[in-house]
C-alpha cells in the first residue's frame, strides 16, 4: 500500500469501538529488562555511538504525575521535545538503548515505545501513482467545454467527480458556512494559490514536525512543489467557485493547513500527528482531513510494546479532539485489502528503515489514525461508482464512500477522459491524482456542508448525518475488474450497509437540502 494515500503516500482497519475506547485505560506496563554493562567506560561509549530516537511516554494526567515523569525522563537520559498535559503524552527524544523500557516502568507511566525505528537526522499518503500534470492543450479543451456546458468554473468540465456526488448542484443552494473549518493534517498546503487563498485559515494552519507547533508565516507550506499531497486535497474540500481553476466540493468553507511531513523522508510519525490533533481541536477547527497512516507502522500491533505507545498515544489526542468538537475523516487505503479479514500481509513495515514482512490480524494490529473510535473511514468510487479497484475495503470498517477515481476501470466522458481527480497543485498548477486520499476529501466536504447546515452537531451527530445522507449500491453482483474470471474483492452486507461503501456514497446535494 502506498503510503500517502501520495508521492511520499497511506490508509483504515476494522476495531471494535469498545475494544479503542478502553485502550487508553488499559494499557498498562509492558516489562522489558534493561541489560546492565559489563564496564561503566563501554556503557558510556556506546550510548555515544547509539542513534537518537524519538519517543511518546503516554502518563496519568495529574501534573504531579507528569513533573514525576519528566524528572525520569532527564534520568534515563532522554530530552523532552513537547508535553501534552490535557492528554498525558510526552515527547522525547534519548539515545539510550533501553530508555523505553526504563520509563514503562516508571510510576505513573501506562505505555512508552521509540516512534521510529530509524535514527532521528538533523533537521507518506494514500494516493495511488504520481500526478499527472493538466497541460496547456488540456487546459484549454476543458476551459472550452466548460463555458459550453455553463459550468462556473473552467476547468470544472473535467470535475466528473463533483457531478457524481451533487456538489455542483449543492454549491447554488449553500457552499458552505466561512465559520466552519476543514483542517488538511498532511504535507502541507500552498495557500496563495489562487483557488485557495481566498478560503484559507492561516490562523488554524501550523508546522507540527517534531511534535510542537510552529505558527510562524508560511510554516505550513509544503517544503517543495513534489509535496503537492496536500495542495491537491485542499483544492478538493474547498478550492474557491471564483472563476478560476476548479471548485471544491464545499467552495465557501474554510481551510487550513497542519503539516506533519518529515523533511527528509517525508514520512508521518507519531508525535507529529499528536501535535495536529491538539492544535486542530485548541484552534476550534471543526473537521479534519487524513489522507495517510502513522508511520513507520502500517499497523501497530497491540503485543508490541512500541507499537502499542503509538496507538495510545495518537488516540488520546484524537479523542481529546472529539471531545472538543472536531470530527475525522481518513483514508480507507490502497491495497484493496479486507480490513474485516482474518490476516492480512504486511510487507512494508517499518517504512522508515528495512521492512521486515509480517501477517496480522487487522482485529488486533490497528491501522492509526483511520482505525481508531469515531474516526470517519472512508473508501474511494470511480465515475460509474463502483469501489475503485485498488480501494481497501470492510464490513464494519468503512463508514461512508466517496469519489476516489479510477483511471483504469472507470473512465468518463469529459474532455480529458481521465477517470482521475482533478485539483489544485503548488504553484498555481492543477493535476491529476486518484486514492483513497482523495476520497477522504470529498467526504470531509459533505461533512462541511452538514456543519454548515447544522453547526450545533456534535462529531457523533455528524457522522450520523454523514451516512444517513449517503447513497448506497448496494454490493455488486460481480466484482472482476480485470475481466479474468476471479473476484478482485467479496463484498460483505447488505444494500444498506457493506463493505464496499460502508453506509453509502455521500451526497452533497442531500446534505444541503
Request: charged share 20%; glycine share 10%.
Amino acid at each position: 500500500m502506498d503510503h500517502l494515500r501520495s508521492p511520499r503516500s497511506r490508509r483504515r482497519l476494522a476495531l471494535a469501538v469498545p475494544v479503542v475506547l478502553s485502550l487508553t485505560a488499559s494499557l498498562g506496563f509492558l516489562p522489558a529488562a534493561a541489560q546492565a554493562a559489563p564496564d561503566a567506560r563501554a556503557d558510556q561509549a556506546a550510548a555515544a555511538e547509539a542513534p537518537r530516537l524519538a519517543y511518546v511516554v503516554n502518563t496519568r494526567t495529574d501534573h504531579r504525575t507528569i513533573a514525576s515523569v519528566k524528572r525520569a525522563i532527564a534520568g534515563a537520559g532522554g530530552t523532552v521535545v513537547a508535553t501534552y498535559d490535557r492528554i498525558g503524552v510526552i515527547v522525547a527524544h534519548s539515545a539510550e538503548p533501553g530508555f523505553a523500557a526504563a520509563m514503562r516502568e516508571v510510576r505513573g507511566v501506562r505505555s512508552a515505545g521509540a516512534t521510529r525505528t530509524a535514527p532521528l537526522t538533523a533537521a507518506a499518503t494514500t494516493d495511488r501513482g504520481a500526478a499527472q500534470p493538466l497541460t496547456a492543450e488540456q487546459t484549454a479543451r476543458t476551459a472550452r467545454a466548460s463555458a459550453a456546458a455553463g459550468a462556473g468554473e473552467p476547468l470544472e468540465a473535467d470535475q466528473w467527480d463533483l457531478r457524481a456526488i451533487g456538489a455542483d448542484k449543492a454549491a447554488k443552494i449553500n457552499p458552505g458556512s466561512s465559520r466552519v473549518t476543514v483542517a488538511v493534517i498532511d504535507t502541507g498546503v500552498d495557500d496563495t494559490h489562487p483557488d485557495l487563498a481566498p478560503n484559507f485559515s492561516a490562523a488554524q494552519s501550523a508546522n507540527c514536525v517534531g511534535g510542537k507547533a510552529d505558527t510562524s508565516a508560511g510554516a505550513w507550506r509544503p517544503y517543495t512543489a513534489e509535496d503537492y499531497h496536500g495542495t491537491h486535497v485542499a483544492g478538493e474540500i474547498a478550492a474557491a467557485r471564483n472563476g478560476i481553476g476548479v471548485a471544491g466540493v464545499a467552495p465557501g468553507v474554510k481551510v487550513s493547513s497542519i503539516k506533519v511531513s518529515d523533511p527528509d523522508n517525508g514520512l508521518f510519525y507519531p508525535e507529529n500527528v499528536v501535535c495536529a490533533f491538539m492544535f486542530a481541536a485548541d484552534r476550534g477547527v471543526e473537521i479534519t482531513n487524513n489522507s495517510y497512516y502513522v508511520d513507520p507502522w502500517l499497523y501497530n500491533c497491540m503485543d508490541d510494546p512500541d507499537q502499542r505507545a503509538i496507538v495510545d498515544a495518537v488516540n488520546r489526542a484524537q479523542l481529546y479532539a472529539q471531545r472538543k468538537g472536531t470530527l475525522h475523516l481518513a483514508s480507507a487505503g490502497n491495497s484493496n485489502h479486507d480490513l474485516d479479514s482474518d490476516a492480512i500481509v504486511d510487507d512494508s513495515s517499518p517504512d522508515d528503515s528495512t521492512p521486515v514482512p509480517r501477517t496480522i490480524d487487522p482485529h488486533e494490529c490497528y491501522d492509526v489514525p483511520t482505525q481508531l473510535p469515531g474516526v470517519v473511514t472512508v473508501s474511494a468510487t470511480g465515475v460509474d461508482k463502483e469501489k475503485s479497484y485498488y480501494s481497501s475495503y470492510g464490513e464494519g470498517v468503512v463508514d461512508v464512500a466517496a469519489p476516489g477515481g479510477d483511471g483504469r476501470y472507470q473512465i468518463p466522458d469529459t474532455p480529458s477522459k481521465n477517470g482521475r481527480i482533478l485539483s489544485t497543485m503548488p504553484n498555481n498548477a492543477y493535476g491529476y491524482l486518484q486514492g483513497t486520499s482523495m476520497a477522504s476529501p470529498h467526504a470531509a466536504g459533505v461533512a462541511a456542508l452538514l456543519k454548515s447546515e447544522h453547526p450545533w452537531a456534535s462529531p457523533a451527530q455528524l457522522q450520523r448525518l454523514l451516512k444517513a445522507q449517503a447513497d448506497n449500491p448496494g454490493c455488486p453482483d460481480s466484482y472482476d475488474q480485470d475481466g479474468d474470471g476471479a473476484q478482485d474483492a467479496t463484498c460483505e452486507g447488505g444494500g444498506r450497509v457493506n463493505g464496499f461503501y460502508g453506509f453509502g456514497i455521500v451526497n452533497a446535494l442531500r446534505a444541503v437540502k
